[in-house]
C-alpha cells in the first residue's frame, strides 16, 4: 500500500512539473533564475553606460579647461625691452610737463639700440618694438620726479603685443614674412635684444592694475572686477534682504488660498525665465522710465536682483522648511509668539541654507552677460570706476569683448580672464559648501 502511495505521488509531481514547464522545456525556477540573470547583465550595463557618461564628462571638462588653460597661463607675462631713456631738457618743459612728447624719447632710445639704422622706413619699423604705453610711463615718472629731466635711467618699458607674441612662440618664423605680423628685419632686432640681454618676459602686473584698451600690452582687468563687485555689492544689498523676508512671510505668515498659490508659481516660473528677459525688463524701467545713468553698476545691480531674487526666495524657503515643526510648537509652547518663535528660532537654525543660497545667486550673477549687454554695460570702459553711478563693466562682458578682437594679444587675455573668472565663480562655489557644511544641522 505504501509503495502505491509513493508512486502515485512521484507520477502527480512529474505531471505538475511538465505542466509548469514552458516552451523550452523550462521548469518556474529555472525561469525564475534566467530573469535574474538578464536582469543582472541588463544592470551592469547600466553602470557601465553611467560611467561611460561621467567619464565622457571629466574627459570633456578637462579639454575645455586645458584648451583655456593652454591659451591663456602666457598672459600672465609679459614682454619688456630695456631702454636708456635720455630725459632730454630740450622736450621736457617744466612748464608743460603734462603735453610733452614723451614719445619722441622712447622713440631716440629704441633707435639708439639700432646705429645702423638711417631709413625713414626702417625707423619707423624699429619704433614699433616698443609698446605706444611705454610714453605714459615716462609721463608718470616725470610727474611724479622732475629731477629725472636732464638724467639718463636704463627702463624696461613694455613691448608691443606682436613682440610679446612672437617671443612667445604663437607667431612663427615660417613661410612668407608678408603673412605674419613681423618682419624679417623685426625679428631680427628681437634675436639682437635677446642676445644683448635687454629683452626679457617678467610678470604681467598690468593685467591686474590696468582698464581695458584698444592695445592689448595696456589692456587689464581691474575696472571689469571691480565693475563686477561694484555691481554684486547691490545685487546682494537688495536680493538676501527682500528675498528672504518675502520666503519667511510666503512660508511662516501667509494663509495658503489661491493667491499665494499664485505667487509661489510665478516665483518657481520666474527662476526658469532666459536671463535676457531680466535685460530687456531693466531696460524698459531703469533706463528708459527711470532715466538712471547707463552702463552703471547701480543698473547692473537692479537687474542683477530681479535675476536672483527668485533662487534666493526658492532657497530661503527650502532652508524654512527644513527646520522641523517641533521647534515652532516648543518656541508657542512656552508663550512666545508667532513673530518672536521665526525671529529667535526658526531663522538663526535656517540663516545657513538661506546664505548657501545667496551665494550661489551671487555666483550666477557674477557669470551672466546676456541682461548686462541690455543695459549698456557693453560700453568700452577704459578708467576704473569708483562708484556706483561711474560707468562700468563687468568681467563677463569685458571677456566677450577682448573675444571679438582680432588681434591674437586679445585671445591671449580672453582665456586669461576666463580663468580669473572661473577662479572667482569656484571660490563662491567653496565657500557656500564650507559654509554649509560648518553650520548645517541634521535632524
Not at 347 to 371: F, Q, S, V
Amino acid at each position: 500500500m505504501w509503495c502505491a502511495n509513493t508512486v502515485k505521488n512521484m507520477n502527480e509531481n512529474e505531471e505538475e512539473n511538465s505542466r509548469s514547464n514552458g516552451p523550452g522545456g523550462m521548469t518556474a525556477t529555472a525561469r525564475v533564475q534566467a530573469g535574474l540573470a538578464a536582469r543582472y547583465r541588463r544592470e551592469r550595463r547600466f553602470r557601465l553606460f553611467g560611467l561611460a557618461a561621467i567619464a565622457a564628462s571629466l574627459l570633456f571638462l578637462v579639454v575645455l579647461l586645458g584648451s583655456i588653460v593652454a591659451k591663456g597661463y602666457t598672459a600672465f607675462w609679459q614682454t619688456r625691452i630695456l631702454l636708456d631713456i635720455h630725459f632730454d631738457p630740450a622736450v621736457l618743459d617744466v612748464n608743460s610737463l603734462a603735453t610733452a612728447n614723451y614719445a619722441e624719447l622712447v622713440r631716440e632710445a629704441t633707435l639708439r639700440l639700432f646705429p645702423g639704422v638711417e631709413s625713414r622706413q626702417d625707423r619707423r619699423t624699429a619704433a614699433k618694438l616698443v609698446s605706444t604705453g611705454a610714453a605714459y610711463q615716462l609721463q608718470e615718472m616725470v610727474m611724479s620726479a622732475p629731477k629725472l629731466i636732464g638724467s639718463v635711467k636704463p627702463l624696461w618699458v613694455l613691448a608691443n603685443h606682436e613682440v610679446d607674441m612672437f617671443v612667445k612662440g604663437y607667431i612663427s618664423r615660417e613661410g612668407s614674412e608678408n603673412e605674419r605680423r613681423i618682419s624679417d628685419q623685426q625679428a631680427a632686432w628681437i634675436d639682437q635684444l635677446t642676445v644683448s640681454g635687454r629683452l626679457r618676459q617678467t610678470f604681467n602686473a598690468t593685467f591686474f592694475q590696468a582698464g581695458d584698451s584698444r592695445e592689448p600690452e595696456l589692456a587689464g582687468i581691474r575696472g571689469a572686477v571691480t565693475g563686477s563687485f561694484l555691481t554684486l555689492i547691490i545685487t546682494l544689498a537688495l536680493s538676501f534682504p527682500i528675498g528672504v523676508a518675502a520666503a519667511v512671510y510666503l512660508e511662516e505668515f501667509a494663509a495658503k488660498n489661491r493667491w499665494t498659490d499664485l505667487i509661489e508659481v510665478n516665483i518657481n516660473n520666474l527662476a526658469a525665465i532666459p536671463s535676457i528677459v531680466f535685460g530687456l525688463l531693466g531696460l524698459a524701467v531703469f533706463l528708459n522710465f527711470m532715466s538712471l545713468p547707463r552702463s552703471a553698476s547701480l543698473v547692473g545691480g537692479l537687474v542683477l536682483t530681479l535675476m536672483t531674487l527668485p533662487t534666493i526666495i526658492i532657497a530661503s524657503r527650502a532652508s524654512l522648511q527644513s527646520v522641523p515643526p517641533s521647534i515652532r510648537e516648543a518656541a508657542l509652547g512656552i508663550g512666545a509668539s508667532q513673530v518672536q518663535t521665526v525671529v529667535h528660532h526658526v531663522l538663526p537654525l535656517a540663516m545657513p541654507g538661506m546664505m548657501t543660497g545667496a551665494i550661489i545667486g551671487m555666483a550666477r550673477a557674477l557669470g551672466e552677460t546676456a541682461p548686462l549687454l541690455m543695459i549698456g554695460m557693453v560700453a568700452f570702459i577704459v578708467d576704473v570706476p569708483h562708484s556706483f553711478r561711474d560707468p562700468a563693466t563687468v568681467l563677463p562682458v569685458q571677456i566677450y569683448l577682448w573675444a571679438g578682437s582680432p588681434e591674437r594679444a586679445f585671445i591671449e587675455r580672453t582665456s586669461a580672464a576666463i580663468m580669473v573668472l572661473l577662479l572667482l565663480l569656484l571660490t563662491m562655489n567653496a565657500t557656500a559648501v564650507l559654509l554649509r557644511n560648518k553650520f548645517e544641522r541634521r535632524w
